[in-house]
Structure formats: C-alpha cells, structure tokens
C-alpha cells in the first residue's frame, strides 16, 4: 500500500513534480446535523485542493469522505521539506491535521 491509501489523521507525501491524490474517510463524532468547512495552510511551494470544501452529517457516526490534491509549484526554489495544515471547523469544533511534504 502506498501512503495515500492508508487513512491517517496526517498526511506525508512524497511530491515529485506532478501531482499527488489522497482519499480520506471521517466519522462524525460530534452532534447530528453538523456541517465541517476546510482551512488549509499550504505547505510553501505546494497547492492543495480540498473536495467537497465543506461535510455535512446529518447523523452522528455518520461517514464522509473527502478528497486531496498535492500539486508542486513550477517556481519552487529547492527545498527538501515542507509544512502545513488541513483542518476541518464547525461551530463547536476543528480538527486540524498536519501536512508534511518531502519534495522528491
């Protein structure tokens, strides 16, 4: 299995110079009828793309997937390592997950 294919709370990712997707599954475990937005912090020199931008539960335990895009920058100066942040906020709560890039 490839890091992309194991569910994580974080993410590592090897980025060469296309493009890499991850899938994540969540469950809500908060109040039924919630809805999540996303906050990233991009690592510099990597777009990130989140899809759907926003999760909505109508029940709790309830799954959700959601989808992302690592792209590297053409005008990425060297470097070996890269930092940021994906976190989901409602009203009530955020979880944040790390981002780590390992440029390649």
Partial sequence: M??????????FVPLGLGSENYTREVTNVGPADSSHRVKVVEPIGVRVVV????????????????????TRARNLTYQEFSQGSLEWVSDRHSVRSPISIKFM
Wanted: no cysteine.
């Fill in 2 to 11: 490839t890091q992309a294919q194991f569910n994580y709370p974080s993410f």
């Fill in 51 to 70: 899809k759907p931008q926003k999760l909505t539960f109508t029940e709790v335990d309830q799954k959700a997937s959601y989808y992302v895009t690592f």
